[in-house]
């Protein structure tokens, strides 16, 4: 029963819902100076700055957008390079938004398995309670960035 109070109030960083438009707004003007920054580090360095947006688990079985998507903006607008894994992984064959808010937390609750068709679902590529990818998630990962990465590198 608590747990799901505590998902009724709080998100999965456990803020007050009634804050998290907010922190939201905080946390992206954060990453904007950080992104500015760094930017000019590497321009200073002749280097090259690869942003990487890295999707949790609830953000792909809710098909949630990223908190960060004004981020994401931000990088187009100032013409900085990123890599949106969550895009990636829709052209891999994962399934983005496969699961309802109730069929999580009853799953939460009940520590059980959501049964997903052929594709790939966040219960195979996150490590249960803990947010990293497992081996699985990590090949995936990689094999998401990378043909982008690799792009932007070899970029004259």
Known sequence: ?????????YDFALTPRWKVKNE?????KILQNAID?????????????IVIFNPLQYEIDYGLEYKYKST???????????????????KMNVSIGYRSRFEFIKSYLLNSKVDDSTKINGNQIYWKNDGHFN??????????IYPKVNSIINQK
């Open 135 to 144: 081996n699985k998630g990590y090949l995936l990962f990689a094999n998401a």
């Open 1 to 9: 029963m608590i747990r799901l109070i505590n998902l009724a109030f």
């Open 24 to 28: 939201i707004l905080k946390a992206n």
């Open 72 to 90: 994401i903006e931000y990088c187009k607008k100032q013409n900085t390079h990123y890599v949106d894994v969550r895009e990636e992984f829709k």
């Open 37 to 49: 920054s760094t930017k000019l580090i590497c321009e200073k360095h002749n280097s090259k700055l």
